[in-house]
């Protein structure tokens, strides 16, 4: 782990370590702890499991805490739980980020009761640097398991994994039988699962923290400029027209806004709960020297983990001061028994309450179909734009259709009884304006959404 550490941060400079008041034998007085712990400074040189300072990721300042994981497995006992405490008071005292490098097998078992309970400090350190709008990214190696990954690693904004890493609750040898092996307990799967960002590989470690710690620290609180439309300037003849050319295979969609609109962008993955929808893409991009956080669907039925991710991305974006853009594709939520499972109900409501609450700009362009109330959450309430190619509407023509009882041959009737054409929606009131197709200056776009491979 340490070369890792030393290929990534620069100008690393140990923060003085407080003291400990247990003794040489620790809190328990475990015979033999004081052994194991000169033995274990011995083989790595370091005087604990933490070693934390001030350094920088590609010139980018940041209280860095590394775990040692040859120091007793990397194990959270009092000593290293107030280091910790202490790193991330300095964070908030200085105003820096936080990047955390962890190697851990847990919490430590010779300092019983008082080693766990380390795990609530090290919660309410990582929630005072939430209230002060500082982010915090946390690197996994192997093996980051037990308390540290169930605070120190879950818990930060972003989470970044190499590959190949042990990720899991349960360590290695507490898990038994057939299964504690399984590939579910490495980086890859967390990532497929939601609860890691990107796995990237150590020559690219350093690149990716930094470019997270300035995208996550270079927010304005001026709103998100409305993207400029790409599609078809002109208007369709008439609703159920408008239907059709959204459903066009060759519209502009999610990805050639983002492309055209950010210099350079970053995502995120999944929802933190073991849920990812490849159809809601979420992240943070630069443009024009600022930083917005993004949410964008791509045409697809949103599920009820695409939009957890979109309430996880507001909330991060509303925490560090970033304003929010988000597209809107989408012919509504997941309707399936598997979507009303997951809660999609309770899903989109969140994401319409995180959003009504959002204290930073949030502004919205819809892109294509605008599908009722799953496309309605992830709108902003009060700067709403559309593309002349695009549409909004209480429901789809054929949904409308089939409630009411009527034939297939009245669906483009009722499409335009349902006025959901975009000068429609500006004449109700319903939308704040068409975007135009404005040029923009052409830009080098760099965009990275890491893959487990």
């Known amino acids: ?3 890792v550490l030393d290929h990534v941060v620069s100008d690393f400079t140990p923060l003085p370590a407080p003291g400990d008041d247990h003794g040489r034998d620790g809190p328990l007085g475990w015979p033999g702890y004081g052994d194991q712990r000169d033995r274990a400074e011995q083989q790595t040189g370091a005087s604990e499991a933490v070693v934390c300072g001030r350094g920088r990721l590609a010139g980018r300042e940041a209280i860095v805490i590394h775990f040692e994981f040859g120091y007793l497995g990397g194990s959270l006992g009092a000593g290293a739980g107030a280091r910790i405490a202490d790193a991330f008071d300095r964070a908030v005292a200085e105003r820096l980020p936080v ?21 609530q400090t090290l919660a309410h350190h990582c929630v005072r640097l939430r209230d002060h709008g500082l982010p915090h990214v946390a690197v996994l190696n192997d093996p980051t398991t037990g308390g540290v990954w169930a605070t ?14 042990q ?3 349960a360590g290695r040898r507490v898990r038994s039988g057939p299964d504690a092996d399984d590939p579910v307990y490495t980086a890859e799967s967390h990532w497929h699962a939601g609860q890691v960002d990107e796995v990237v590989g150590a020559d690219e470690l350093g690149a990716c923290v930094a470019e997270w710690l300035e995208l996550l620290t270079g927010g304005s609180p001026e709103p998100a400029e409305v993207p400029r439309a790409l599609g ?3 208007e369709a003849a008439d609703g159920w027209q408008a239907v059709q050319r959204t459903r066009d295979a060759r519209r502009p969609r999610a990805q050639a806004y983002l492309d055209d609109y950010f210099d350079r962008r970053r995502y995120i993955s999944g929802d933190r709960a073991g849920g990812v929808d490849s159809g809601m893409l979420c992240g943070v991009g630069r443009r024009g020297g600022r930083s917005i956080a993004f949410a964008a669907q791509t045409g697809t039925r949103t599920t009820p983990a695409g939009f957890r991710t979109a309430t996880r991305l507001v909330r991060l974006a509303d925490r560090l001061g970033l304003p929010v853009l988000t597209l809107v594709d989408t012919p509504g939520a997941a309707a399936d028994p598997e979507a009303e499972r997951a809660g999609v109900g309770p899903a989109i409501a ?10 930073v700009p949030v502004t919205t362009l819809v892109i294509g179909e605008g599908g009722s109330g799953g496309a309605l959450a992830a709108c902003s309430p009060d700067r709403l734009w559309i593309t002349p190619d695009a549409y909004f509407s209480v429901i789809a023509p054929e949904l409308a259709a089939a409630i009411l009882k009527r034939p297939e041959a009245e669906v483009p009737d009722l499409a335009r009884t349902l006025r959901l054409r975009p000068s429609d929606l500006l004449e109700l009131g319903v939308v704040d304006g068409i975007a135009e197709a404005r040029p923009r200056p ?9 893959t487990s491979s």
């Open 1 to 3: 782990m340490r070369s």
């Open 350 to 359: 969140e994401l319409f309450t995180t959003i009504a609450a959002a204290r």
């Open 167 to 169: 990720v899991a609750f």
């Open 99 to 119: 990047v955390t490098f962890i190697a851990s097998g847990g919490t430590r078992m010779q300092e019983g009761m008082v080693a766990l309970r380390q795990l």
């Open 152 to 165: 120190l690693g879950s818990s930060a904004d972003v989470v970044v994994a190499l590959p190949g890493a």
């Open 232 to 234: 078809g300037a002109d």
């Open 442 to 450: 052409a830009t080098p776009v760099h965009a990275v959404r890491a």
